[in-house]
């Protein structure tokens, strides 16, 4: 009988990813609905790059260590 495993490393990216999603659509609400008072530099759009690039590496983590590969 063989046993198989699931890599942490799927479900940590497969969370960045989920979490990288939700600080991306923050980012893209507040793109769209801007705060009457802006912080300093909230012309960079933080959550946007933030956001991006957690959605990217989620992704990367998620696909080369999914479950099922060879």
Request: hydrophobic share 50%.
């Amino acid at each position: 009988m063989e046993r198989h495993s699931i890599s942490i490393w799927f479900f940590v990216g497969a969370l960045v990813f989920v979490y990288g999603l939700l600080i991306l659509g923050s980012g893209l609400w507040e793109l769209g609905h801007p705060e009457p008072t802006p912080v300093v530099l909230s012309q960079l759009h933080v959550a946007i790059w933030w956001g991006a690039g957690m959605v990217s590496l989620g992704l990367v983590y998620a696909i080369k260590y999914r479950p099922g590969r060879e």
